[in-house]
C-alpha cells in the first residue's frame, strides 16, 4: 500500500519541511495560492513554502502524462485536477517528491527561487470550485450526546446505524481558513417563550469535522458500487460547520438544518490526498455486540480491513483576554477519525445509491467528531450540555457558546510508528460581532 513517496528517511533541501508538523516531503498537499499582488494558481505546500506548480511547468520540470497532470494542478481551480482521478494524482506526487526530495539534482534546486514562495506571505484560496457540498453525521458519539440533550433513553434515531444521515448543505459560503464568522442574524425562541424574536444568535458554536474531497463523479442514475467508492475519494481536509443552536433549533424541524448553519462553513485549504494518507489507513474498528450489520450496498469487506482513517483531531480556543495575556490556545477537545461509524466509501456508496451524482470538486462534510470520553467532544452543545454547564478555561473565563473575538482553531495531524508524521495545516475562525 505505501511506497517510496512515505518513506520516513527521505528529507527534502527545502529545509523547513524535514520534521515539519504539517508538510514533510512525504505530505505534499495540493492547493490554490496566491503570492502578494499575483493571481491565484496551484500550488503544493513544502514544510514553511508553497512551489508553484505553473512555475514548475515554465521551468519544464514535467514532462508526458505527467505535464497534463500538473497543468490541471496549476489552475486557479482543481475540479480538473480532482476529476483525473487516483493514477495521474499519483504520478504527479511521484514526480514532485522526485522534484523536492534531497536526491533532487543541483539543477532542479537551482530554481528554488522560481519555484518556491515563502507561504506566510500568500494568499490562500478554497481549492476548488465546489458544486455541492453535503455534510453527513457519521461521528456517532456526537449524534449520541446531542440526541441525549432531548431523548436521554433513546438518543439515537432507529435509522442511526442503518443510514449514514446526511442533509444538502450549502457550497456558496464555504470559505477558507482565516475568514472571520459574523455572528449571525436569524430568528430565535428561547425555551419558555410563545413566539421567535429577531436578532444575533446567542448561542454560535463549531462542529469539528473531517471534509472529504471527491475526485472523480458518476453519471445520474448510475450508482457507485461500494468496492469502487474509493477511488472517488481524492482527498480530505479540516471543516468547522460553524452552527447557531438557537436559529437550528427553532427552524430543523421539520426539514432538517437551514439559516443555523449556512452563513458560513471554514475548511482548511490543503488538499491532503488519500496518497499521502497511505499508511495511516486502518481497519474500521468492529460495530458494538448487537449493532445490525451495514446493508448488502453499504458492505466490502475490503472497504473494513483498509477504509478507516487514524487522523488526530484538536479543537484550540483563543479569546481576547488569553490573546492580550500572551496565553496559548486552550485544547478543548482531542478526537480521532476513529471515532466515525461509516468510512468514506460507504458514504460515497450511499450517496449514488439512489442514482444521484456526484461531481469532482464535490465536498463531504464528515459529522462532528467526538471521542467516547469528554475531553475528545466536538463541538460546545456536548461541552456544556446544551448551555446548561459552563466551560471553565485557563483565563479564569467561561464559555456557553462562542463570544464575540473567540477564535477557534482546527489542527491535525497523522502519526504511525515507522512513518513520517503529516498534518493538515490548520482550520481558523475568529467571531466577530452580528453584521
Ligand atoms: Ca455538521
Redesign the pocket.
Known amino acids: 500500500m505505501t511506497d517510496h513517496t512515505h518513506d520516513a528517511r527521505r528529507q527534502s533541501w527545502v529545509a523547513s519541511a524535514n520534521h515539519h508538523a504539517d508538510f514533510p516531503v512525504q505530505n505534499l498537499p495540493f492547493g490554490v495560492f496566491a503570492p502578494p499582488g499575483e493571481a491565484p494558481r496551484g500550488g503544493v505546500a513544502i514544510g514553511d513554502a508553497i512551489l508553484d506548480i505553473p512555475a514548475g511547468l515554465a521551468a519544464g520540470l514535467f514532462d508526458g502524462a505527467v505535464q497534463d497532470a500538473a497543468e490541471a494542478a496549476a489552475r486557479p481551480t482543481l475540479n480538473r485536477f480532482l476529476d483525473l482521478g487516483a493514477g495521474p494524482r499519483a504520478a504527479l506526487r511521484e514526480r514532485l517528491f522526485e522534484i523536492l526530495c534531497d536526491e533532487a539534482t543541483d539543477a532542479v534546486r537551482a530554481l528554488a527561487p522560481r519555484l518556491l514562495h515563502r507561504a506566510a506571505d500568500c494568499t490562500l484560496h478554497v481549492p476548488a470550485t465546489i458544486g455541492d457540498y453535503t ?1 453527513f ?1 457519521a461521528g456517532i458519539q456526537h449524534a449520541t450526546n446531542v440526541g441525549q440533550l432531548t431523548r436521554p433513553d433513546t438518543p439515537l434515531m432507529p435509522n442511526y446505524k442503518y443510514v449514514p444521515i446526511a442533509y444538502h448543505g450549502r457550497a456558496s459560503s464555504v470559505r477558507p481558513s482565516g475568514i472571520a464568522v459574523h455572528r449571525p442574524n436569524g430568528q430565535r425562541k428561547p425555551t419558555g417563550e410563545t413566539v421567535p424574536d429577531f436578532g444575533p444568535t446567542r448561542s454560535l458554536d463549531y ?1 469539528m ?1 473531517l471534509g472529504i474531497w471527491i475526485g472523480p463523479g458518476n453519471a445520474l442514475g448510475e450508482p457507485i458500487p461500494i468496492a469502487a467508492a474509493h477511488a472517488h475519494v481524492a482527498g480530505f481536509c479540516l471543516l468547522n ?1 460553524w ?1 447557531a443552536r438557537d436559529i437550528q433549533g427553532w427552524e430543523y424541524q421539520p426539514l432538517g438544518p437551514f439559516l443555523g ?1 449556512n452563513f458560513l462553513t471554514s475548511i482548511s485549504p490543503w488538499i491532503i490526498t488519500t496518497d499521502a494518507l497511505r499508511p495511516f489507513r486502518v481497519p474500521q474498528p468492529p460495530r458494538p455486540e448487537g449493532d445490525p450489520a451495514p446493508l448488502h450496498h453499504l458492505w466490502c469487506e475490503f472497504d473494513q480491513t483498509h477504509g478507516a482513517l487514524a487522523v488526530d483531531l484538536e479543537v484550540l480556543l483563543t479569546t481576547k483576554v488569553t490573546r492580550a495575556r500572551g496565553m496559548q490556545p486552550q485544547r478543548l477537545s482531542l478526537a480521532s477519525t476513529r471515532h466515525l461509524y461509516w468510512t468514506f466509501a460507504q458514504m460515497v456508496a450511499h450517496h449514488t445509491s439512489n442514482g444521484c451524482n456526484l461531481a469532482a470538486g464535490d465536498l463531504f ?1 464528515s ?2 467528531i467526538s471521542a467516547p470520553e469528554s475531553a475528545g467532544w466536538g463541538s460546545l452543545l456536548e461541552l456544556s450540555q446544551g448551555g446548561r454547564t459552563p466551560l471553565h478555561l485557563a483565563s479564569g473565563e467561561t464559555r456557553r457558546f462562542l463570544e464575540d473575538g473567540d477564535e477557534v482553531i482546527f489542527r491535525a495531524r497523522a502519526v504511525r510508528d515507522g512513518f513520517a508524521p503529516i498534518g493538515f495545516g490548520e482550520c481558523r475562525g475568529m467571531v466577530v460581532a452580528a453584521l
Do not use: V
Open positions: 455534510d453525521y462542529e469535522e460547520d452552527s448553519k462534510g459529522g462532528t
